[in-house]
């Protein structure tokens, strides 16, 4: 009985909510790249990216021959995967995002990239010429290479910034592509314009029936610049670029206004730093009124009135996720040093039905320099990638770390506890604390794996008769995963 109360006591001390730098341990996985735009966590278990061009540690642009590449997190072997000979990179363009099908490992082993090319005499919509558009294009996996290019969407206005570009699948398969307004500000608000926009599409480019525009790709609009696009909850969240403030984290539902140029951050009237093209800004003190006639959505995090970090990628850390304190929170990363904070990797956390932000954390300000994106895999580890290779690192001429682009792991290094309470509710696992026989309500044949209270794995159980045989394990906690890489319950062995 005495244990049994102890280990209450450390269950109740592990659930607080305090998280701090010392709690990770960053390992490189890969190093020397070129801005590692996008991090996914694959299929096969290693996270696929894409660096904006070929240039490796140079930041001299423009830059052709973008990559799609693929790392092993255990081994840190790199694999080239495509090479894209017409991509364009200058400033912010080039290879940029990547998104791999639901079905890949059955049916459709397709994997999507974003890239910016040059076209001569292309605009940015309005009367700017800027030479560069933009297209998706899905490639076959085949042979440890990606073939056959098929082109899904095509002459997306380009410029040397705001180009969007984030991919990300919903549950219902569909896709959804974010955009820039390729610093033509009367692109977000006009319907017939794919910029500043999120579009949604089928996995061949086609409209939805259930799009909320008919006949139309957009699936919201009144967008600047998204960089950070993650679907969790049943809900879409997306990040995206502000001017001089007002950097946003945005709830996205069908057909809403998120308000760009018009509106920055809330619908409030609030005056804020005068744009570096004052020309452009609009009469903020108008807010309200345009937030009313338009019906616009306002965002659930702002980076405020004085100051942008730069937002760039964003995840979700489940509420089942191995590290508690960071359950159910959102995790962005920042590329720039606003007015204090910048640079970092912050959690957000949100409320129960994660429609709000209750918490932001943020960690590693300025360790890493800029940071581009991020990934979480199935066991709950974080990954990174920095962005110090993409021309922006330094105003006064210093280089970036000769480390760097990197791809770094964030393992957290306190106990993990694991297990929310739905999940708790969810299997029946008893006795629980065990002394080697535990009976739970899986299917016999099923696959556990037992994890230590670190994430390493130690043992993998087939269910007989209800049941598992822990008796060889040393007394301890132990997570159970299962058969889907879940972590679906905790058991006490003593
Ligand atoms: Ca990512
Ligand atoms: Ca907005
Ligand atoms: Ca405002």
Do not use: A, K, M
């Given at each position: 009985m005495k244990k049994i109360i102890l280990l209450s006591s450390f269950i109740s001390f592990l659930g607080m909510g305090q998280i701090a730098d010392a709690d990770f341990t960053a390992t490189n996985i890969a190093t020397k790249l070129h801005v590692p735009w996008e991090i996914t966590w694959g299929p096969d278990n290693k996270i696929w990216f894409t660096e904006r061009s070929g240039q490796g540690q140079s930041t001299t642009q423009p830059g052709t021959n973008g990559k799609v590449k693929r790392v092993d997190p255990e081994t840190g072997v790199v694999e080239t995967l495509l090479t894209i000979t017409d991509s364009y990179e200058s400033q912010e363009t080039g290879v940029l995002g990547l998104a791999i099908h639901p079905d890949f490992t059955t049916t459709k082993p397709w994997v999507y990239v974003v890239y910016t090319y040059q076209k001569s005499g292309a605009t940015n919509g309005t009367n700017t010429v800027t030479n560069i558009v933009e297209k998706m294009v899905r490639y076959t996996y085949q042979n440890n290479q990606l073939v056959n290019p098929t082109i899904i969407l095509d002459n997306i206005y380009g410029n040397t910034t705001h180009v969007g570009s984030r991919l990300h699948f919903l549950p219902d398969k569909t896709l959804l592509m974010t955009t820039g307004e390729a610093q033509s500000r009367s692109n977000s608000q006009n319907l017939s314009s794919k910029s500043g926009k999120i579009l949604r599409m089928n996995d061949d480019g086609s409209v939805p029936v259930d799009n909320p525009i008919a006949n139309s790709l957009v699936y919201s609009f009144g967008h600047r610049n998204p960089q950070g696009l993650v679907a969790a909850n049943g809900k879409v969240y997306s990040a995206e670029h502000g001017d001089v403030s007002n950097d946003e984290v945005n709830v996205i539902i069908p057909n809403?206004?998120?308000?760009?140029p018009n509106v920055?951050?809330?619908?409030?009237n609030l005056p804020t730093k005068p744009s570096n093209s004052p020309s452009d800004q609009p009469d903020l003190t108008l807010e309200k009124s345009f937030c009313t006639a338009n019906n616009i959505v306002e965002p659930i995090w702002t980076s405020g009135n004085t100051s942008t970090e730069a937002t760039a990628g964003l995840d979700y850390y489940p509420k089942d996720g191995s590290v508690s304190v960071l359950q159910n929170s959102l995790l962005l990363v920042t590329l720039k040093i606003g007015t204090s904070l910048g640079r970092d990797f912050r959690v957000l956390q949100l409320s129960e039905d994660g429609s709000s932000i209750v918490k932001q954390t943020v960690l590693f300000n300025n360790v890493f320099g800029r940071i581009r994106d991020i990934c979480v895999s199935p066991v709950g580890d974080i990954y990174i990638s920095t962005s110090n290779y993409d021309g922006r690192f330094s105003t006064s001429g210093t280089n970036p770390p000769?480390?760097?682009d990197r791809i770094v792991k964030l393992k957290y290094n306190k106990t993990v506890t694991g297990v929310s309470d739905d999940q708790k509710e969810a299997i029946h696992i008893y006795p629980n604390p065990t002394q080697g026989i535990l009976n739970v309500n899986f299917q016999d044949g099923e696959k556990l794996t037992l994890l230590n209270v670190h994430g390493a794995e130690v043992a993998v159980y087939t269910v007989n008769n209800s049941s598992i045989n822990m008796s060889e394990l040393s007394s301890g906690v132990y997570l159970i995963k299962n058969s889907k890489n879940r972590i679906v319950g905790k058991v006490f062995k003593i």
């Open positions: 809403g206004n998120y308000g760009w920055w951050g809330y619908c409030d000769v480390t760097d």
